[in-house]
């Protein structure tokens, strides 16, 4: 009996909100459950004692459930409170408390965002400088504004420190005084300075100096401040002689691109570069949030509780408007100010649709059919009770929690897959069979109405995505898979829920990879429908919505689809190719031939340019087979030879059982070259494979074997050292583990004269020069790079030679590599690599050294940034095999952790053993 009380009441308090506040009551509840109200009464107090449920003594009395309550909204202090807004009131203090965590999109847009500010600000001393990028009005300053209170509740700095903004385009055309003003002045540095002067950055010591506008900030002004980031120190103009120091937290905002508009050294000492989303790339419940919370501030000035039309709200909401954060705020504000002198006597002031200012008229006309119009109902704010506007309707919220469950189940249970408690296979029944249920659930047990405008969007585009699947790959499309994909993301709402997950961040990859190969053709089919729902709908393509609808289709019948050879058919006459590829496409039943039709006196220069324009416009990474008519096979092939970027199949003297019998082939899922040798088994024809040749373009590839992150910084480094934009050839990054395994196989080879591949690790090629990076470190090998360069190129030598010995001196590369102090990380690399030797009683050899010291300092960098390592499908095994390896090396970096506030992954700490124990 008691039970059944509190169950109810948990349940009630789901859906609590200020209007229903009555059902809350003792006597209420005792009616509902065939209690007496003395009985209730007794109980609910004795749990109120028991510190489980919460009583607030306004009349009529009302409990509510503590565990759920706050989980909805916050924990409580104590179990009894005079009246909901003392309890409210509560609530709003606690959620000041942590000022970054507040701003809204914290969770969802500005997730990251909020993370890397908090390690930047965290960073020991003074902090990191932060640069926030983002259109005008996205937030920045607002931003900046939290990072200053954060800090005072960090006690990062003093809680009276000076918070000082600048917005450089003031003085764009007068950059002199703008310096004068940053750094100070010594009396006589200019006409007029008749006395000494302090600058901003003394003026915000110990504080906070917010740049806006930062671009407009001349190269010898951005000089000059990166002296101070480095240093600490600055000169104020008139006099280098004098070395001031500030203690001043440096924040920068711009509207432009950063690689566009600052100095590469300036660029390369900012650590954080924080990208502020617009209003329109907001989700669309982020959205909801900022429109509700400026209307609840105009509630509080006004006075007043305000009402506004859902017409209204998905005007604000709709994503063809572009105004910013800013702009809406601004709209918000007139319309509220124009209802209020309307209605200036009445108790609740109404926000209509004609409110809106007269700019706001044409996205009006626009919006009128809008698909989100019937997505909300009329608002109320009441600034007295701000925080129940978060309360959605109860059905809204029940299936939101359902949805959440199966989400969450995908996580927890592949985690179990990983311990190896449950097979893949059961985890993919069990999968599909929540996904099932919940769809059932939602089609069959919720009332919503089909014909609302945003469900029949979504359905329309996702018919859409069916019937070009269908065109293109032959398979049925069906009503149901349609409605219940529509129904998943109308009630889903754009919103994340896995990123709520503690272990979402690291099972993502794997769960992905898993659903790759697992389930292949349903994960195919889910990426082209979301890709098509983002494109048409402006539809978030999120990770966790591919898992699902993966599960949901893999259980239904959808044919193979895999990474597609394109073939054409190309023959003289009206019709002759289109009616082959017809015959051979409805008896395989699958479009798997295009076909060009050519009138009779078509001349190779039209036909090659045909096949030219097919190349063009479509992805052809996985070959191309054309089966020609006339028997011009090798004209073909030696004009195409350079042109093309994949191996071509050209076939000659095409004819329909051919066509057939390379369609059998490719649904076989036979790949070009297998169909290049099988087809000679069956038919004796003409043809050929082309790899191009000839006019190829140079390359130098880097690699490295601890992923593509390193590989991409040895070309940038690279790159540097030979002033690249002038040089006549590619450096391009590449997966060492593919070159090691595949060899001249892979890409590069076929698309490039590869000259050498320069890498922590040889991948062994035969016939391609290998240069180690080590090697170049230390001096060895830079002859031989000089030698492979000189042979193919018309080079300064001396100055060359001069370029490389700088760039690849071990300083260099890290300064080079990362915006930490380099001598400082250094120190503590090499410390943790004597310490290496010490403990494990080994001694390194000095190629390692310096490759170690490379990858150290990538790897604090790569962590700052919150970069993730490329994955390892076998780390669990390896750090079970390797414990005692694995403790040491953590051991031997704890020091790197402490002094750089980082945390070191396994993933990275089995990096560090690679290079250690490699042969
Ligand atoms: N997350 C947010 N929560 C509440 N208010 C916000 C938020 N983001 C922006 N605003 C409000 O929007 C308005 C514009 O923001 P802000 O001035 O910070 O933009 P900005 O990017 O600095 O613009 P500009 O580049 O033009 O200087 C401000 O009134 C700010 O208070």
């Known amino acids: 009996m008691k039970n059944d009380l509190y169950n109810y009441l948990k349940k009630i308090t789901e859906n609590f909100n200020k209007d229903n506040a ?64 003392e309890l409210f009131n509560e609530g709003r203090k606690i959620k000041n408390r942590d000022p970054l965590d507040n701003v809204i999109g914290a969770r969802q847009s500005l997730r990251e965002q909020i993370e890397q500010i908090k390690t930047a600000v965290l960073y020991p001393e003074n902090g990191l400088p932060i640069m926030l990028v983002g259109p005008s009005g996205s937030g920045k300053t607002y931003l900046a504004k939290c990072i200053y209170d954060y800090c005072i509740q960090e006690n990062l700095i003093h809680e009276n420190a000076p918070f000082i903004s600048l917005n450089c385009a003031q003085y764009y055309h007068n950059p002199e005084l703008l310096s004068s003003l940053l750094f100070g002045y010594t009396k006589g540095a200019f006409t007029g300075a008749d006395k000494d002067k302090k600058g901003l950055l003394e003026d915000a010591d110990g504080g906070i100096l917010f740049l806006d506008e930062v671009h407009r900030l001349t190269n010898q002004g951005q000089e000059k401040l990166f002296t101070f980031m480095d240093s600490g120190e600055y000169s104020p103009i008139g006099d280098n002689s004098i070395n001031k120091k500030a203690k001043t937290r440096l924040i920068f905002a711009t509207t432009e691109s950063i690689q566009s508009s600052f100095l590469p050294t300036f660029i390369r000492r900012l650590p954080v570069i924080i990208n502020i989303p617009g209003f329109s790339e907001r989700t669309q419940q982020e959205k909801l949030d900022l429109v509700d919370s400026f209307f609840l501030k105009e509630s509080e000035i006004l006075k007043r509780s305000i009402k506004v039309s859902k017409q209204v709200i998905s005007f604000l909401l709709s994503s063809n408007y572009d105004g910013n954060v800013g702009k809406i705020k601004n709209i918000i504000k007139y319309s509220c100010g124009k209802s209020y002198v309307r209605m200036k006597d009445a108790e ?32 109320t704010y009441d600034y007295k009770y701000p925080e129940l506007l978060n309360i959605n309707s109860k059905e809204q919220k029940n299936i939101q929690k359902n949805i959440t469950a199966v989400y969450f189940q995908f996580i927890e249970k592949f985690k179990q897959v990983e311990c190896g408690d449950i097979t893949p296979d059961y985890y993919i029944k069990k999968m599909m069979n929540n996904v099932n249920l919940l769809l059932d659930e939602l089609i069959f047990n919720t009332e919503f109405d089909q014909d609302q405008s945003l469900f029949s969007i979504l359905s329309f585009n996702i018919r859409f995505s069916f019937k070009y699947m269908e065109e293109t790959y032959g398979f049925k499309q069906d009503g149901n898979k349609i409605l219940s994909i529509a129904s998943l993301l109308y009630f889903k709402e754009e919103h994340k829920i896995l990123i709520n997950h503690p272990d979402w961040s690291s099972i993502r990859p794997k769960l992905l990879t898993f659903i790759n190969s697992y389930m292949k053709n349903a994960s195919y089919l889910a990426k082209v429908i979301l890709n098509n729902l983002s494109k048409q709908l402006d539809y978030p393509f999120l990770d966790e919505d591919l898992i699902f609808i993966s599960f949901y289709l893999n259980g239904t019948n959808i044919q193979n689809v895999k990474g597609e050879i394109n073939s054409i058919v190309l023959a003289h006459g009206y019709s002759t190719a289109s009616s082959m590829a017809n015959v051979a496409n409805r008896l395989l039943k699958k479009n798997l031939f295009q076909a060009i039709d050519m009138p009779i006196n078509t001349t190779i220069d039209d036909i090659e340019s045909k096949i030219i324009d097919f190349i063009d416009n479509h992805i052809i990474e996985n070959g191309l087979i054309l089966l020609v008519d006339m028997g011009s096979l090798s004209n073909l092939s030696t004009r195409l030879k350079d042109k093309i970027k994949c191996p071509i199949l050209i076939i000659d003297y095409v004819s329909t059982p051919l066509v057939l019998e390379i369609g059998s082939l490719l649904l076989q899922g036979k790949n070009i070259n297998e169909i290049n040798e099988e087809i000679l088994k069956n038919i004796k024809i003409n043809k050929q494979l082309v790899y191009p040749v000839g006019k190829k373009k140079k390359a130098i590839l880097t690699c490295c074997y601890t992923g593509m992150g390193s590989a991409i910084q040895i070309q940038e480094i690279l790159q540097k050292s030979l002033n690249h934009d002038n040089t006549p050839f590619a450096i391009i990054p590449y997966d060492y583990k593919k070159l090691k395994q595949n060899k001249l196989k892979e890409l590069p080879f076929q698309i490039y004269d590869v000259l050498a591949i320069i890498g922590t690790s040889d991948p062994k090629i035969d016939g391609v020069n290998y240069i180690g990076l080590d090697q170049l470190i230390n001096g060895e090998e830079i002859e031989k790079l000089i030698d492979i360069l000189r042979y193919n190129f018309q080079f300064d030598e001396q100055q060359l030679k001069k370029d490389l010995v700088f760039n690849f001196s071990i300083k260099r590369i890290v300064e080079n590599l990362t915006i930490l102090d380099p001598n400082k990380i250094l120190r503590l690399v090499e410390k943790a690599t004597d310490r290496i030797e010490e403990n494990l009683n080994i001694k390194l050899s000095n190629n390692k050294r310096f490759l170690l010291y490379v990858h150290s300092c990538c790897m604090v960098e790569r962590i700052l940034r919150k970069e993730n390592v490329d994955d390892q499908n076998d780390i669990s095994q390896f750090l079970e095999r390797e414990k005692r390896k694995v403790e040491m090396i953590r051991y031997c970096f704890s020091e790197i952790e402490k002094e750089c506030t980082i945390k070191i992954s396994d993933q990275e700490i089995r990096l560090i053993c690679d290079i250690i124990f490699s042969h």
Do not use: M, W
Not at 44 to 57: P, R, T, Y
Not at 366 to 379: A, G, K, P, S, V
């Open 22 to 85: 009555k059902l809350f009551s003792a006597n209420s509840i005792a009616k509902k459950i065939n209690l007496s109200r003395s009985t209730v009464s007794s109980y609910l107090n004795k749990g109120v004692k028991q510190g489980n449920i919460i009583k607030i003594k306004e009349y009529p009395v009302i409990f509510l459930d503590k565990e759920v309550f706050s989980r909805i909204y916050f924990k409580t202090s104590v179990n009894e409170y005079e009246s909901l807004e």
């Open 348 to 379: 609740v002031i109404k926000v209509r649709i004609t409110d809106l200012p007269i700019e706001c008229e044409k996205h009006i006309k626009e919006n009128i059919n809008h698909q989100f119009l019937n997505r909300y109902q009329d608002r």
